[in-house]
């Protein structure tokens, strides 16, 4: 079988590759080990520029209709107490208003409703989108993908490889590149709850020692995160379901009912954390993207936001080499160019934004709520760590910055204008670059 691209993995990087290519008039084949939807839960939360990426892939309109609108981060401090509402000790909303973008929210969407959206997307090319549920890659032999499909082993070469497997990549493990994984002292546990109609808005709620992230899903769904030591798991399974009731309901009473509608272990997931970052993105004609290449900290809601962003950055160069006839191997170079710093820069920010979490002591969480505070009161500040935290632009934090933050030096009051924020957004020339440099433009 023969192909111009080949897509190992049908997640979301790979589909929205696939989609981008075949809407462009690339001959791509997906290669997809599942047979039917995933149970597993898996990122949720879209950010403004993966946003701005569906819509220019025509099915930003379908997204919306599916998704619950996440217009602010809203960081609660409480205290616990027994028997009684818990004592607020301070509400902080960052607001993605602050971006200054037509995209200026967030989208809470099922993960699998985006897939189906994007494996529809590809559909529509039918001529150029060849999808193969059921099909597992193994690996490359003579210069080919091999692939296992309903017990029969087959070849199929293509001019591209990618490698969109997520955390185990046989294209990965082809490209021998090297990859150091970082752990974290605490696990989730995540599961999708009923909410009150009422219950609309996202947060995270903290205490010295606890963590709960509630994220609203459309459908009076909520998906729930809530922190726990690593290891110790297999400890608050055995204390029973009675002791996530009261978790939860201690934490934010108004899911105290709807939390009981859990009654079996089995409908929650363990999430552990850990992050990895490639050396290369390529190697010849191979190229990995999504969780193939890196995986992220969950706690600013990137990682599926990073793979859809690797696919626009390679489809918009892939779709133009087919167009202008240039070879596909010496131009992916400019895919590692535009994704790896900012997938770099996320990772570190996604990071920090753990560390903020990871330590349950009086001491940590009063430096916590100084710093998250200051992110609101400071204008700069604010419009960085949302702009940053969209995918939008990019604009580093400085000395002064960090200063402010941990209140070495005052509050600024100058307002950000949009102008100062524009020079900040990515422009074409940064997302695309090899369309510029090859003109002379750049
Ligand atoms: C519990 C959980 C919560 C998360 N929450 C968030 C969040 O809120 N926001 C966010 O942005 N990200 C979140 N993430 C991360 C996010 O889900 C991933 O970063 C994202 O799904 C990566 O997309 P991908 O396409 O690279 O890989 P995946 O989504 O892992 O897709 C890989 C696909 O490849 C297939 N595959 C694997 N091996 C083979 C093979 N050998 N042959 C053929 N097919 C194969 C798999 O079946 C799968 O369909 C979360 C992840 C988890 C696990």
Same mark, same amino acid.
């Given at each position: ?23 462009? +008039? %690339?001959? %791509? ?13 898996? +990122? ?26 996440? @217009?602010?981060?809203?960081? #609660? ?34 993960? /699998? ?6 494996? &529809?997307? +590809? ?49 990965? @493990? ?8 970082? @752990? ?31 994220? $609203?899903? $459309? ?46 272990? =089995? ?5 552990? $954390? ?9 190697? +010849?004609?191979?190229?990995? !993207?999504?969780?193939?290449? #890196? ?14 962003? @690797?696919?626009?950055?390679?489809? /918009? ?12 191997? &010496?131009?992916? #170079? ?33 430096? =916590? ?5 200051? !992110? ?6 604010? %419009? ?27 509050? =600024? ?16 020339? &940064? ?12």
């Amino acid at each position: 079988m023969k192909t111009e691209v080949f897509i190992a993995g049908g997640g979301v990087g790979g589909l929205a590759l696939a989609a981008k290519l075949a809407s462009r +008039g %690339v001959h %791509v084949t997906i290669a997809e080990q599942l047979k039917s939807k995933s149970n597993a839960y898996k +990122g949720e939360l879209l950010q403004p520029k993966t946003l701005a990426i569906l819509d220019r892939l025509g099915v930003l309109d379908e997204i919306e209709a599916s998704g619950h609108v996440i @217009d602010q981060l809203r960081f #609660h401090e409480i205290n616990i107490r027994p028997n009684d509402a818990p004592e607020p000790l301070q509400l902080t909303e960052l607001n993605y208003s602050r971006v200054a973008s037509r995209y200026d929210h967030a989208l809470m969407v099922p993960h /699998e409703r985006t897939k189906d959206i994007l494996r &529809e997307k +590809g559909k529509e090319y039918e001529e150029f989108f060849h999808y193969l549920p059921g099909a597992r890659f193994l690996g490359f032999e003579g210069g080919m993908a091999q692939v296992r499909h309903q017990k029969k082993i087959f070849h199929i070469k293509a001019q591209v490889y990618i490698g969109a497997e997520g955390r185990t990549s046989p294209t990965r @493990d082809a490209m021998n590149v090297s990859v150091k994984r970082k @752990d974290y002292n605490h696990h989730f546990l995540t599961v999708t709850i009923p909410r009150p109609e009422t219950f609309t808005k996202g947060k995270i709620i903290t205490t010295t020692g606890s963590f709960l992230g509630l994220f $609203p899903l $459309p459908n009076n769904e909520i998906r729930t995160v809530y922190l726990i030591k690593a290891g110790e798991f297999k400890k608050i399974k055995e204390k029973g379901l009675e002791h996530l009731y009261r978790a939860y309901g201690e934490l934010e009473p108004e899911l105290a009912e709807t939390v009981k509608s859990l009654d079996d272990w =089995r409908q929650i997931q363990l999430m552990i $954390p850990y992050t990895y970052h490639v050396d290369r993105y390529y190697s +010849g004609n191979l190229a990995l !993207i999504g969780d193939a290449a #890196h995986t992220v900290h969950p706690m600013a809601g990137e990682g599926m936001n990073l793979a859809i962003q @690797d696919a626009d950055v390679l489809g /918009e160069l892939l779709a133009w080499c087919k167009e202008e006839g240039k070879p596909y191997h &010496e131009n992916l #170079h400019y895919y590692e160019d535009v994704r790896k710093p900012r997938v770099s820069f996320l990772l570190t920010l996604s990071h920090m934004s753990a560390l903020v979490y990871s330590f349950p002591n009086p001491w940590w969480r009063k430096l =916590r709520m100084r710093a998250v505070q200051r !992110i609101y009161d400071d204008d700069q500040l604010h %419009v960085k760590q949302m702009l940053n935290i969209s995918g939008l632009g990019r604009w580093n934090f400085s000395l002064v910055d960090r200063a402010i933050q941990g209140s070495v030096l005052p509050v =600024r009051s100058k307002q950000i204008s949009d102008d100062k924020q524009h020079q900040k957004l990515f422009s074409e020339a &940064e997302d695309y670059p090899w369309r510029f440099e090859q003109k002379g433009k750049v």
